[in-house]
């Protein structure tokens, strides 16, 4: 594992990267969702996972390059989670308005 990435107990990434998915995904189970949300809901499934996957990959990456390159794709997914997140929830306050 590249010393950039040794873990730390405080902030331990690994795990909090994963139950956010979770937390994600128990959030859009619970939910009804009307079809014209689902493709949102698709790519926010995809992006909030893909954090915690690219995370694990940089912990196990070859090189510090590598480790870079993985810890850069998962601030970049969970911006566009952040993104997908703030569409459904724009979606789902404008429905309870009409």
Same mark, same amino acid.
Do not use: C
């Given at each position: 594992?590249?010393? %950039?990435?040794? +873990?730390?107990?405080?902030?331990?990434?690994?795990?909090?990267?994963?139950?956010?998915?979770?937390?994600?995904?128990?959030? %859009?189970?619970?939910?009804?969702?009307?079809?014209?949300?689902?493709?949102?809901? +698709?790519?926010?499934?995809?992006?909030?996972?893909?954090?915690?996957?690219?995370?694990?990959? *940089?912990?196990? *990456?070859?090189?510090?390059?590598?480790? %870079?390159?993985?810890?850069?794709?998962?601030? +970049?997914?969970?911006?566009?989670?952040?993104?997908? %997140?703030?569409?459904?929830?724009?979606?789902?306050?404008?429905?309870?308005?009409?």
């Amino acid at each position: 594992m590249p010393q %950039l990435l040794e +873990k730390s107990k405080p902030y331990d990434l690994e795990e909090r990267t994963y139950a956010f998915a979770l937390e994600t995904r128990m959030f %859009l189970r619970n939910t009804k969702w009307d079809p014209v949300s689902w493709p949102d809901i +698709k790519q926010v499934l995809r992006s909030s996972g893909s954090i915690a996957a690219n995370y694990i990959e *940089a912990i196990e *990456a070859i090189s510090e390059t590598d480790a %870079l390159y993985r810890l850069r794709l998962s601030k +970049k997914e969970a911006r566009e989670t952040g993104l997908w %997140l703030r569409l459904i929830s724009h979606r789902r306050i404008g429905s309870h308005l009409t």
